[in-house]
């Protein structure tokens, strides 16, 4: 493996991991996850394979050169807003969202959904909130 090729792949998981909003804490929980490392830097041809593999699934789309880069959709905070507006309504953690994005899209966490999954978790809630409305 060429050298320029692993450093290319090292930044493009860096910016992925930025443009997602992920912390270090978060970023060092998904390496370990996904490829059982503590460090990109210890990433093998696979693990860095792996490692994008999933930030794409995770709602991040790389683009060629002199393109703009980040997660996909317009802006998401209007959909996180009501995502939480539903989450204190109904007396539950943010942790039950997460939950909701794990089993929707395998997507660990909301921040890293794409517009479109946050509109499909946001009817999800309306639709429990109107279940129960409806038991009383």
């Known amino acids: 493996?060429?050298?320029?090729?692993?450093?290319?792949?090292?930044?493009?998981?860096?910016?992925?991991?930025?443009?997602?909003?992920?912390?270090?804490?978060?970023?060092?929980?998904?390496?370990?996850?996904?490829?059982?490392?503590?460090?990109?830097?210890?990433?093998?041809?696979?693990?860095?394979?792996?490692?994008?593999d999933h930030l794409k699934r995770c709602g991040f789309q790389f683009r060629r050169r002199g393109q703009k880069t980040s997660v996909e959709g317009p802006d998401r905070s209007p959909l996180m807003g009501k995502i939480e507006a539903h989450l204190a309504d109904a007396k539950r953690p943010w942790e039950y969202a997460h939950g909701m994005a794990r089993r929707m899209f395998r997507v660990d966490r909301l921040e890293w959904c794409s517009a479109a999954q946050l509109h499909k978790i946001v009817a999800a809630l309306e639709y429990d909130a109107g279940r129960r409305k409806r038991r009383g």
């Open 1 to 52: 493996m060429k050298p320029d090729r692993r450093n290319r792949e090292l930044a493009r998981i860096h910016i992925a991991a930025q443009a997602l909003g992920m912390d270090d804490d978060a970023y060092r929980e998904m390496l370990s996850g996904v490829a059982g490392v503590s460090s990109a830097a210890e990433l093998t041809a696979d693990g860095r394979k792996q490692v994008l």
